[in-house]
């Protein structure tokens, strides 16, 4: 008797450690989740860099050796890397970071690097690389996934994106943001283009209020030009655009900016 009643104790109390063990395993698990989502990024910088000619391929060299390392060492989230394919000289580049104070804290930081400042030096010592710098500061859309979540495609050819602008009419934004949400967004995955990422421009000089900012991707070019031919002719588009515009136009005449962008052989995103 006193035997089973020893075998009854232990199976309780290992089921109760192992109860216990899966609770905190649980806790765990959504710790990691809920700082997994308080890391994102929401607060966005896309950098154009235009190099004094023949320095692209050592620009390119000091990204990949060390400016990427670096930038991720100050907490800035390195997500895509791209040459334009119709501009020679240049590099684009998309960083994230929690907040602007974060973005300000990251440069101070990235710039006062004594590594950095010696990777720069030995960089330039033939000249400077970068001619000029252009940025824009941006926020995601409420119906923008966050760009982290485009991983890699592996052994696969890396996919031809497309940088466009968009600029509306003035008090024209809204009914915009309404038609990619509710529309466009969807529309474009049927016809084969990745929605990538969709941000507003945070300061008045870039177009705040008016202007919005989006990267897709497509296979290749033939892909691309298909995928919009087909996407211009689709009757739920011609229904959507004209609904969306009962109130009057949305974009201003010659409002759509394009570029192709190649992702480089370091971008996170390919």
Aim: with cysteine.
């Amino acid at each position: 008797m006193l035997y089973f009643l020893n075998m009854v104790v232990m199976k309780v109390r290992a089921t109760f450690f192992s109860l216990l063990a899966l609770f905190l395993l649980s806790s765990s698990v959504g710790s990691l989740r809920a700082e997994s989502r308080a890391a994102e990024s929401r607060y966005f910088e896309l950098r154009t860099y235009y190099t004094h000619e023949g320095k692209l391929d050592d620009l390119h060299a000091r990204f990949r050796d060390h400016t990427c390392g670096l930038f991720a060492k100050h907490g800035m989230e390195n997500l895509g890397y791209w040459t334009p394919k119709d501009q020679p000289d240049t590099l684009i580049y998309l960083l994230g970071f929690a907040d602007k104070e974060s973005c300000e804290q990251s440069w101070k930081d990235f710039i006062a690097d004594e590594e950095w400042k010696k990777v720069y030096a030995a960089s330039t010592q033939n000249g400077k690389l970068v001619a000029k710098i252009e940025n824009v500061f941006l926020e995601m859309t409420d119906y923008s996934k966050q760009p982290s979540e485009d991983v890699e495609i592996g052994d696969k050819a890396p996919r031809l994106f497309e940088l466009r602008t968009y600029t509306t009419l003035e008090g024209r934004l809204d009914a915009l943001n309404a038609r990619f949400r509710d529309h466009t967004l969807a529309l474009f995955e049927k016809h084969g283009i990745d929605n990538y990422a969709y941000f507003f421009p945070t300061e008045a000089k870039d177009g705040k209020g008016q202007v919005m900012t989006y990267i897709v991707a497509h296979k290749d070019a033939a892909a691309k030009d298909a995928s919009w031919n087909s996407f211009k002719v689709d009757a739920e588009w011609k229904k959507v655009r004209k609904a969306s515009e009962v109130s009057g136009k949305i974009l201003k005449k010659k409002g759509i900016k394009s570029t192709l962008l190649v992702p480089t052989d370091y971008s996170p995103v390919k």
